[in-house]
Each structure stands twice: as C-alpha cells, then as structure tokens.
C-alpha cells in the first residue's frame, strides 16, 4: 500500500512523462526515487495508458541492463500493448535478438540498452525517430551515471582528506571545511 507521498511521487512522474511528450515541458527532470517504488511500472503503465487511450505519443526508454528491457516488454504486453507497438534496440547477441532499425523506426515503444545512447552521436538516428519525426519523449529508467561505477578504499580517501586539510590549515577563511573534513577522516578511520 502506497502512502501518499509516495503516490504523489509517481502521479509527478506520469504527469511530467505526458507534459513533456506533449512538448509543455523541455528538459531533462530526475526523479530521485529509491530502486523498488514503482518508477519501472509506472512508466508501462503511462505506455499501457498511451495505447489504451490512442494517443501519438512515441517514447524511447533507456535501460542498463538488457534482461531488464525483455522483461519490459513481456510486462507492457501483459498489460495489453500488443507486440508489434514495441521495438527492442541492443547489440548483444547472447541476449537474443533485437529488432531492426527500419522496425524500430515504426514502434510507438522503443526499448533500447544504455550503451546504445554512449556509442556514438550517429545511434541518436537509431534510437530516436518514430515515423520520420523525433520521438516526444526519452526515458532512462536508470541513471546513465549510477550504472557508470567508481571504486576507491578509505585510505586512500582518507589520504586525501589529509592532504586537503593539511593544505589549508592555516587559512582560517577554511577553518569550517577543515574541521568538518577532520571529523570525517576520524570517522572514517576509526570504521575501518
């Protein structure tokens, strides 16, 4: 059971999906809700609810994960999207096939992996276009940057924190930073 904050979260993401493919709204808009509340369903639903209404609206949605996006589309067509509405866009032969861009071109729904928009500027053509015009609205259901991941141990945080601080020790413009970067560093520290 949903509370109502958390309703109003993904009533904000449907609406900003259907105002911005109806070109009200420009821009890229993050909706910073935790893994497991619902951002996935409601955006086969918003599709579901596209097809069910006969709106124009054509969309792209953007996965790291290719399993992820197969399991969309046996998702949307559960909820009544029939098949040939929804295209399906990676270069993974062991994920099994993906459909032709002259396919593609005619699928309301485009399901496409990540690295189809990081491969190069000329896949832009590939994976937006619907009908010969620019699909209204692109969705990444994951952030591009938290599939993108950075390791580092706390010492060598803990290094750096170090020779921040030693750095500006003595300017007491920074006296506030230092003491908060020294709090952490112990903290740290005395984790590991």
Known sequence: TLNIQHKMALHALTDAMTRMAEGKITGRLAFGLPTGTGKTTAIIEWCASVHALGLPYSIAVSSSRIDALVTMKASMMAAGIPEDMIGLLHESPKKGASNT??????????????????????????????????????VYDESLLTSDVNHFTVRSLCAALAHAIELHRRNDDHAEIGNYMTTVKRILEAEE
């Open 101 to 138: 861009d002259a396919e593609n071109q005619d699928r309301q729904i485009l399901l496409m992996s990540h690295q189809m928009i990081r491969a190069n500027e000329s896949n832009l053509k590939r994976y937006n276009t619907y009908k010969g015009a620019a699909r209204n609205l692109l």
